[in-house]
């Protein structure tokens, strides 16, 4: 039996293939459709799976049809008892070409006419009409003076997956979509491990069509539901539902396994809130991060291999901005070089403003609109033999790195993998990808992405025993920054080396550079600025970043104090969530300064916001005022010569009492501290005191490994 795909122009060959790999004997492309050898079972199986398909047409009588009365009479000869029962709707789409009918509204009504006077003479009643939702939808098509009646087995426009809630104002069609990352070879991709981006997302049809693909997820499941896709009576109730049993399983076996690996992008935040909405309604939201950016502050993707899709602004006049297209080239350099592009352009000319070299390109329409699709493969092409050496890492050859190199990247790509879902949804731009996971190679790694979108790296090297060879730590620290670099694909002079060999607390913060050099990265809805290597630490603890997200929303419409505030990160996110009052207490100029500019890189000034310069233990003696959340993370030790000596072990009883007299009723102090020794006296603070430890709590996914890095406790005065 031959059947019919139809599906927008520029999807038939696509189209065409994948029908045969859903099992039909053979198909064959033609104008907007596909000629289909089948069995029923192979057609119902393209209605459940097909993502390219605009309808799956099942033909039930062809005849010559010369006029309106051949029309009427060929119609009206097909048994329609077995087709549908007086008690069924139907609707009928007609589509007609040539001088004998030139009206397909005519044509459908003179069908109409032919259905309702059969059944209504063979069974005494007729059936109505429902244009809307019909149990049964007959499609007619005449063509050079021949008829073709058909059940649209799909039961409606196939494109209409089930998940939109929301829809932007130039949709992108879902079987476009599918076709778009078809030719992106996205499913290839997926297998391997790579990622799929769209930096001008919209609603999101590309990415959550993606992902619905990666989790093998028929698209006929989320259209239809539980019902059929019609009520024709031929149609084989229970070769569906067994379809549909194991399309079930796919899914929730797909849905399982689904990677936490898809991003979006979008200037606009209504269309990031649509595209939210669509992916919670297709059950793929914890799978997608999405932003609101503009394409210039793209963040370099993490992943080595991926694929980027994009379905950039055009209207029905082709209008755009090649500018626009020639920072979106340009940005996909800077961000995904080693990636496949797909990019839906409005003609042949915005695609040649990308800058991109086009690998292939594709005609195809956006609904009514004629465009372009280029494939790229890769994004940016390798430089040539000499550039290529020239750029190659210190100490490496042009045909690889070492194998301790190559272990240590490797350990990198899974903790990056494992931390994707978790940073995605929680918007986490700065992290630590890397803590000494391999003991020979004892290192700290932390990333840090700017609001410009460029990656930086802070390695810190753990000193080595003595009985390690000095060449031997060399060669280790070389190996890592080998693999680091290989893993981000960072030039060296965005790679910050330090050793440390005390905590934060102990050191003296010494010069280790003069760079001057200060970035500008996001926590949260905070603006930070970072010093990746003018100082031992960068201004910028990322292992309290928990602590800080919680005691900022406490700190909303109240005063909020930092003692020992260090670069004032707690004090700037209090502020930006809407702290009535702060106040931060340092003693040296240099973190008070770094505060006072975080302050302003985020718009807050005034009296509300107050910065002493003070021995943080003699300002708490001598203050009089009332907080209603403090927090105190005092260092290990101090023996500045401007302040007494400090040792917290011996001191933090004393310090504890001080700050609790701070507290207004009801507020709450939070002390933390990162010395692995230390050991809270309960029994002397329960005199004054209700302590919980929340250690367990503060300590963020990508400090898992090394659950001391610090300690942390709930403080209320009894």
Known sequence: MT??????????????????????????????????????????????????????????????????????????????????????????????????ITHARYAAQRVKDAIVDTLRASTGQRPDV??????????????????????????????????????????????????????????????????????????GTLLIEGALMAADVAPGLLRHGDAPPTRWL???????????SDAIAREARGRAALRPCFHGSDVDPHAIRAARENAQAAGVEDAIG????????????????????????????????????????????????????????????????????????????????????????PIAPPQREGAEKRALPEGASPKGISSGAQMVANRLRKNLDRLARWRQQEQITCFRAYDADIPEYACAVDVYTTIDGETW??????????DIPEATTRKRLSDLLLAVREVFGVPRERVAVKT???????????????????????????????????????????????LRARMALEARGKRFLNLFCYTGVATVQAAVQGAAQTTSVDLSATYLEWLADNLRGNGIGGTRHRIAQADAMKWLEADTGEYDVIFCDPPTFSNSKRAADFDVQRDHVRLLRAALARLAPGGVLYFSNNFRRFRLDEAALAAFAKVEDISAS???????RNPRIHRAWRLQRL
């Open 290 to 377: 999405w932003s609101v950016r503009d394409i210039a502050g793209l963040a370099l993707m993490q992943n080595l291999s991926g694929v980027v899709v994009c379905n950039p602004p055009y209207d029905a006049r082709l209008a755009a901005d090649p500018a626009l297209y020639r920072a979106l080239g340009e940005a996909l350099k800077r961000v995904a070089p080693q990636w496949r592009a797909a990019l839906l352009c409005g003609d042949a000319e915005l695609a040649h403003a990308t800058g991109l070299r086009a690998k292939k390109r594709y005609q195809l329409f956006n609904g009514a609109i004629e465009c372009s699709l280029i494939a790229v493969d």
């Open 698 to 704: 503060t300590i963020p996914p990508d400090f898992a």
């Open 500 to 546: 440390r060999s005390t905590g934060k607390g102990g050191s003296k913060y010494g010069h280790f550079d003069h760079r001057g050099e200060f970035l500008t990265v996001e926590e949260g809805a905070a603006k930070l600025q970072v010093n990746l290597f003018d100082y031992l630490d960068t201004g910028l603890f990322l292992d309290h970043r928990p």
């Open 130 to 203: 429902d244009v809307e939702s019909p149990d049964v939808r007959i499609h007619l098509v005449v063509r050079k003076g021949r008829a073709t009646l058909s059940i649209d087995l799909s039961g409606g426009p196939m494109h209409r997956r089930g998940w939109r809630r929301v829809q932007g104002t130039a949709p992108l069609k879902e079987t476009v979509a599918a076709a778009v990352l078809l030719r992106g070879s996205w499913p290839q991709a997926y297998a391997e491990g790579g990622d799929l981006l769209d930096p001008m997302c919209g609603s």
């Open 3 to 100: 059947f019919f795909a139809s599906c927008g122009k520029g999807l038939e060959y696509l189209l065409a293939d994948e029908l045969v790999a859903l099992g039909c004997a053979r198909a064959t492309a033609t104008i907007a459709g596909v000629n289909v050898e089948g069995s029923l079972l192979d057609a119902q199986r393209a209605v459940l799976w097909s993502r390219l398909a605009s309808r799956i047409l099942w033909p039930i009588a062809a005849f010559e049809c010369a006029d309106e009365h051949a029309l009427y009479a060929g119609a009206a000869a097909v048994d329609w008892a077995r087709h549908l029962s007086p008690g069924h709707t139907f609707a009928i789409d007609a589509h007609v070409s040539g001088s004998a």
């Open 234 to 244: 031929g149609f084989d109730a229970d070769a569906w539902a067994g379809l549909r």
């Open 457 to 466: 790296l802070h390695v810190q090297e753990y000193a080595a025993p003595a």
